[in-house]
């Protein structure tokens, strides 16, 4: 099969490789998207290594040929998304269309996705959150999406997994405690859900809700953080075509520790951004106080764009640990999405909008 170099397909600098499924029909329409996002860990944190296999450590990687719209890849995996749509069973393997990102960085392993996190609700031990969250009941679930909308709406996990068409994406995941992942998710763009509910002229922001159920999450016990997680984005960065909500990773639908049944993901912000298990959307009209900023105002801002040249008050931002590999490698304005989403920002200090 012929190869095409990604830079063929897409006049973009970052090419998003892309898959739709057809999730009512199983049709496939393979686009030419997709990009990755995601990760984690505190490289601050000595001592904290990730679980699972180390990867070799970083070889350099050929620059990505990507994949062409007809691979069969395409069609196995499209195989996989409609099964677990179909059937809420994740595939016996999971599956993703593409080794690396658009800047040919490999993917993280499914363990690694699964076994490295950051769940507050759950525990502070990254490596202990798939253990203590292994019961979190994520069906049956709805999410509540009101606020400044014409058409308030309250979507049940079927609608969420039949109404809107599943991707893959593949995003790298930049932790605010500087350590990453490169991660296939699975999902739908939050502007598909929006328009369904369509926001008023006056809605400038969305605020994303966790489920509060200290009995289930025994983290929500702690008086250290204002419960439940709260976070927002501007309604234009909720538009964006990059901003998702994700349902699965590697063809398989979420476990809890993953933010199961639905999260968000923004790839070009802290990973802190990308709110977990969310049960509730709503559309206002002032900026929404996330939990991080109740906790601490001076270290995390609403934006949290990733900036290597804007310091956390504590640690530096210029390199990251990427989950897998030794040694450190620079951060990208951004996290290399900064050709896509840069122009949001014009004419903001990206120092005191932090
Ligand atoms: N509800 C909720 N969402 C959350 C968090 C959390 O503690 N609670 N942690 C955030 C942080 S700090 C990161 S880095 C990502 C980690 O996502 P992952 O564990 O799927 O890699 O989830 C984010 N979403
Ligand atoms: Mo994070």
Redesign the pocket.
């Known amino acids: 099969m012929t190869k095409i170099r990604s830079s063929e397909i897409t006049p973009e600098h970052i090419y998003i490789s892309r898959r739709k499924f057809m999730t009512g029909v199983g049709a496939l329409t393979a686009g030419a998207i997709i990009s990755g996002c995601?990760?984690?860990d505190t490289a601050d944190a000595p001592g904290i290594a990730p679980a699972g296999e180390k990867k070799a450590a970083a070889t350099p990687t050929p620059r990505p040929t990507a994949t062409a719209a007809t691979t069969t890849s395409a069609e196995t995996v499209a195989e996989v998304v409609e099964e677990a749509t179909h059937t809420y069973n994740e595939p016996a393997e999971p599956f993703a269309s593409v080794e690396a990102d658009e800047l040919g960085d490999p993917l993280n392993s499914y363990h690694e996705?699964t076994n490295?996190?950051?769940?507050?609700?759950f525990t502070t031990d990254?490596e202990g959150?798939a253990r203590v969250s292994k019961d979190f009941q994520t069906d049956p679930w709805s999410v509540e999406v009101g606020g400044l909308v014409n058409n308030p709406r309250t979507f049940s996990l079927d609608e969420l997994w039949t109404l809107f068409e599943q991707e893959e994406r593949v995003y790298r995941?930049r932790?605010?405690?500087a350590w990453s992942?490169v991660?296939p998710w699975l999902g739908f763009p939050l502007s598909a859900l929006l328009k369904k509910v369509d926001p008023m002229s006056n809605a400038k922001f969305v605020r994303f809700e966790?489920l509060y159920d200290p009995e289930q999450m025994l983290g929500q016990n702690s008086d250290w953080y204002e419960w439940?997680?709260v976070?927002g984005l501007r309604l234009d960065e909720a538009m964006h075509d990059l901003t998702i909500l994700s349902t699965g990773?590697y063809g398989k639908r979420h476990l809890p520790?993953?933010?199961a049944p639905i999260?968000?993901v923004v790839p070009w912000k802290?990973?802190?951004?990308?709110?977990?298990?969310i049960v509730r959307i709503e559309l206002v009209d002032t900026m929404p106080i996330s939990?991080w900023i109740a906790a601490a105002p001076r270290e995390y801002g609403f934006y949290a764009n990733v900036n290597p040249d804007v310091p956390h008050p504590r640690w530096s931002q210029s390199n990251e640990r990427r989950i897998g590999e030794w040694g450190r490698r620079s951060t990208l304005p951004f996290n290399g999405y900064a050709d896509q989403v840069a122009h949001l920002y014009d004419g903001m200090s990206l120092t005191t909008n932090f």
């Open positions: 995601s990760s984690s996705m490295y996190n950051n769940f507050y609700e990254k959150v995941l932790c605010v405690e992942m991660i966790t439940p997680y976070e990773l520790q993953n933010g999260r968000l802290y990973g802190f951004k990308c709110i977990k298990s939990l």
